[in-house]
């Protein structure tokens, strides 16, 4: 089974700082990665998928980048509803295994 | 408007059985991929099963493969996940998503308590 590592865990950050959210796969996906992002007691929302492309409807300040082993996701200037959990999924191969997630909070 | 919508979670003994249903609508289920996601309680996002659009092509997670089965009904828009054998540590929040290299619509989750 493919892993996915997801770093850090958590971290603090305030409205308009610049975030950026790493993912490494224990071996090459190519560009089969999706990226969530859930708040509490909410399903996950779609960002990004195919690494890169941005989901409909997702503001512009989420990008994300890699392919292979490692990605990274950005967020440009962080707003108030951007704090939550986020997720990478690899679609490489079944499993279609998840990170642990990266808690984004407030500082 | 697409919606999917869980049902049939609750709480049950160690060993025994559920069945989870997920009624789709507002786009054409038969075209599509279906995934069963759980979350444990604070924890992460863990893959479960995954149903082709057809049904003729069923991946499972190594911890429910032998006491889950995934299938649908394409007349009825609706996805299923039969549990079989429940353990404590099956407890956690159902969610079935539509798509599987980008689950774009998710359902609202059912929870599933394994307890005796």
């Known amino acids: 089974d493919i892993q996915m590592t997801q770093s850090p865990s958590s971290v603090s950050a305030s409205v308009g700082d610049r975030v950026t959210i790493t993912c490494r796969a224990s071996?090459?996906?190519?560009?089969?990665l999706a990226w969530y992002q859930q708040k509490p007691g909410k399903a996950p929302k779609l960002l990004i998928y195919a690494a890169s492309s941005l989901q409909s409807g997702v503001p512009s300040r989420f990008s994300s980048s890699g392919s292979g082993t490692d990605f990274t996701l950005t967020i440009s200037s962080l707003q108030p509803e951007d704090f939550a959990t986020y997720y990478c999924q690899q679609a490489n191969s079944f499993p279609y295994t998840f990170g642990q997630g990266t808690k984004l909070e407030i500082k | 408007e697409v919606q999917l919508v869980e049902s049939g979670g609750g709480l049950v003994q160690p060993g025994g059985s559920l069945r989870l249903s997920c009624a789709a609508s507002?786009?054409?289920?038969?075209?599509?991929?279906m995934n069963w996601v759980r979350q444990a309680p604070g924890k992460g996002l863990e893959w479960v099963s995954y149903i082709s659009s057809s049904g003729s092509t069923i991946y499972y997670a190594d911890s429910v493969k032998g006491r889950f089965t995934i299938s649908r009904d394409n007349a009825k828009n609706s996805l299923y996940l039969q549990m079989n054998s429940l353990r404590a540590e099956d407890t956690a929040v159902y969610y079935c998503a539509r798509d599987a290299l980008r689950s774009d619509y998710w359902g609202q989750g059912t929870l599933v308590t394994v307890s005796s």
């Open positions: 507002g786009f054409t289920f038969s075209s599509y991929e």
């Open positions: 071996q090459g996906i190519s560009s089969w």
